[in-house]
Structures are given as structure tokens and as C-alpha cells.
């Protein structure tokens, strides 16, 4: 790579810090396992006067999802699921699920597999007001809100059964659409495996990679180092402190009952940074291996069928296919990129955002705080700069 053509990183995560777009930010590239750019930007919180720095603790929120389908390809490669296997199998409430469409409700023509939930097409739903499911999650997710702050509990498993009282969107299989697919998929793996979900996710991941600030909470003596959530005021067009049990998270201050596959584990950059060189380097990390070589190739591999795919072509999956939580970029001119074929990774809702690429041998991460970031102008920006800089 041109390390310097790396440096206009620096300008245009500057320039998002000076408008007053983010309080900070934490970025990576990595070329050959090889750190080639590592910097750290403004604040990761702005009241306490507290920099960004090499340790600082972030919310993955979506980036927990990859994290989740790792785990759930540890249980396939033992031969312990089949992903045909039916989610009712291991959950209760899935035996006979409903779909929603112009407010009738309509029974499902099949039923939800472990392969819908992976690649997100068994038509569950977050909550929202922009499809009749959604409406109806959203009643679920406020409804459990108040009773979480009133003291109310609900493991990972409540919740997947009580996720599933709710309509679908469409027939499972028959299209694609981002939801609670991942937090199921967690209550699976623990029914699996016998164990707590988090429990499962640091015996068989976090301990081996050596991740040793990733989990559902974060310790007392490291609590200073969480970055603050923000969310961009349009009226004040400024930055503001975001507190809310968003996706039925809680603070981080002590193990939670509900432990999200979806949104809800924290981590550090350099955490994230053995997560994905494990999945670049198939599986292996320093002499630790998670997953077999043809695994990873199959979690990487488009699992989209033709009439799904164009239930992804808007936004930040515009040119990608999907699978097992991970956009992998199946049209160049349709996504507008110069990022190679076969690219893939994933972004979180505070901005949380990598691209993995097998044919490059490199890794870009870039962490942020600020609500509803995801996958943006910036992030696009931002890669467009990496690719540009590969020899």
C-alpha cells in the first residue's frame, strides 16, 4: 500500500470532527496481518473531557452479528445443527407462525429455519413504522421497555419466544429483510450448547483470539473507558448525549438477563481487530483456529437466490449479496466501489463499520459513537481512500 495516500483519512475524519459530526473516532488498516495505519481522533466523550484512545470501550450493536454467526458455524462444523433444522425445534412459540398483509393475518406456508435466521429472510422484523410487522414489533419492544425499567428482566431465551408472537413480514424464504433473525439465532445457540450465550462466546471465541475487553457488560474498573453514544440534533444541529434502552440494551454495568446475538456486545478496536484477521485468514489466528477454511468460505459466499436479491439493492447492501450477517460485494458498478470482489464485513447503528478483503489480504475498521451512522457518505468516503491506496 501507499501509506501516505492513508493520511487523507486523517482529513476527511478531521473535517466529521470539526463540523461537529462525531466526538471521535478509532480506525485501522491492516495489509498481509501487518497494522499499516492506526490513529485515534477527537473525543470519546466530550463532557468528561476524555480522548479517544487505543482502549476505548465501544458498543458494537450490529457488529455483535457477526460475532453471532461465527458461533453458530462453530455448532455446524460439530455436526450438532443442520441448518435445515426448523427454529421450533429448539425454541417454543415458532410452530405455527403468522404473516401479516393488509392487516390479516395469514399462516406461514413453511416454517423458519436456522438458514433463514443466518441470512436474515425469515421475515422478522424490527420494530418501526415503515411495514405492518414492524408496527407490531414496535409494540413488543416499547411494551418490554417499561417493564425493563421496572426492574423486569428477560433472558435471551424469553426473548426469542416472545419475538415470536409477533407477524412476520412475508413467508419465510421469500424475500430478505433486516430484523431480530440474530437474536434468536443467540437463544438457539444456547439451547445448543447448554450454556449461557456469553458463556459459549468466550470459551469458544473471545478466549482463544485473545479478546479480552469483548462481552455483554464491562467490569467496574473498565467502565471509564465505554465511549459516550451521541445522536445528531437537526433542530441544534449539534451533537447530544443518546440514553435510551435502545434494542432492549441496558448500561454494561453488570451481566444483563437478555444478552442480544443482534446489538449487544461491547469491544475494543484491537479486539475487533482479531475477530476479523481470524475471518480473513479462514478460520486461524496466531496458531488459533475457530472455524475451518471452508467454512469461512461458505459464511462468505452470497446465499441470496435470484428473487431475493433485490430486497438488498438500496443503500448501504446496494451491490452486495448476503449471508451469515455479512454484505459480500457482488457488483463493483452497482455499488459504486473500488473495492474488490468477494469484499465483505458488516457496520453497526453508532457507525461501528469493516470491510474485509480476501483478494487484497486487508482489513479497514473504523469505530464512531453517533446514532443511526451505519453505513454513510463518510464510511464510503473513508474506504473509497483504502482501496485507492492498495498497490
Not at 146 to 151: C, D, F, L, P, V
Not at 220 to 242: G, M, N, T
Amino acid at each position: 500500500m501507499y501509506i501516505n495516500k492513508l493520511d487523507y483519512l486523517s482529513e476527511v475524519i478531521n473535517k466529521e470532527i470539526s463540523d461537529g459530526q462525531i466526538s471521535g473516532a478509532s480506525t485501522a488498516v491492516l495489509k498481509g496481518g501487518e497494522v499499516v495505519f492506526r490513529k485515534e481522533y477527537g473525543y470519546a466523550d466530550m463532557e468528561k473531557g476524555k480522548k479517544m484512545s487505543s482502549d476505548t470501550i465501544f458498543r458494537l450493536f450490529s457488529l455483535t452479528k457477526p460475532i453471532t454467526a461465527v458461533a453458530a458455524m462453530i455448532l455446524f462444523e460439530r455436526g450438532l445443527i443442520d441448518l435445515e433444522n426448523p427454529v421450533k425445534k429448539y425454541i417454543s412459540g415458532y410452530e405455527n407462525m403468522y404473516v401479516i398483509k393488509d392487516g390479516k393475518y395469514i399462516p406461514a406456508n413453511s416454517d423458519i429455519t436456522l438458514h433463514n435466521l443466518l441470512n436474515m429472510t425469515a421475515g422478522m422484523v424490527y420494530g418501526g413504522d415503515w411495514c405492518e410487522s414492524c408496527a407490531e414489533m414496535q409494540k413488543l419492544y416499547d411494551e418490554l421497555k417499561i417493564r425493563m425499567a421496572n426492574g423486569e428482566e428477560f433472558t435471551t431465551l424469553q426473548v426469542a419466544e416472545l419475538l415470536a408472537q409477533k407477524p412476520l413480514m412475508f413467508q419465510p424464504g421469500e424475500s430478505w429483510t433486516y430484523g431480530t433473525c440474530s437474536d434468536v439465532m443467540g437463544a438457539v445457540i444456547e439451547k445448543v450448547s447448554g450454556m449461557k450465550f456469553s458463556e459459549f462466546l468466550k470459551k469458544e471465541i473471545f478466549e482463544p483470539l485473545g479478546m479480552i475487553d469483548t462481552g455483554f457488560y464491562i467490569p467496574s474498573e473498565k467502565y471509564d473507558r465505554l465511549a459516550q453514544i451521541y445522536y445528531y440534533d437537526e433542530v441544534k444541529k449539534k451533537l447530544e448525549v443518546f440514553n435510551d434502552l435502545h434494542l432492549l440494551l441496558t448500561d454494561y454495568k453488570k451481566p444483563p438477563a437478555f444478552e442480544s446475538g443482534g446489538a449487544g456486545l461491547v469491544s475494543t478496536l484491537d479486539d475487533y481487530i482479531k475477530f476479523t484477521s481470524m475471518l480473513l485468514n479462514k478460520g486461524e489466528y496466531k496458531g488459533n483456529r475457530i472455524l475451518g477454511r471452508k467454512t469461512v468460505e461458505y459464511m462468505t459466499t452470497n446465499q441470496m437466490t435470484d428473487y431475493q436479491m433485490p430486497a438488498l439493492y438500496y443503500g448501504a447492501t446496494k451491490g452486495y449479496g448476503y449471508g451469515n450477517y455479512l454484505r459480500i460485494l457482488t457488483d463493483k458498478a452497482a455499488a459504486a466501489t473500488n473495492a474488490s470482489l468477494g469484499e465483505f464485513g458488516w457496520d453497526g447503528w453508532t457507525g461501528d463499520y469493516v470491510t474485509i478483503s480476501p483478494k487484497d489480504n486487508m482489513i479497514f475498521l473504523y469505530f464512531i459513537q453517533r446514532c443511526g451512522a451505519g453505513c454513510n457518505e463518510t464510511t464510503r468516503k473513508l474506504r473509497q481512500i483504502v482501496y485507492g491506496a492498495l498497490k
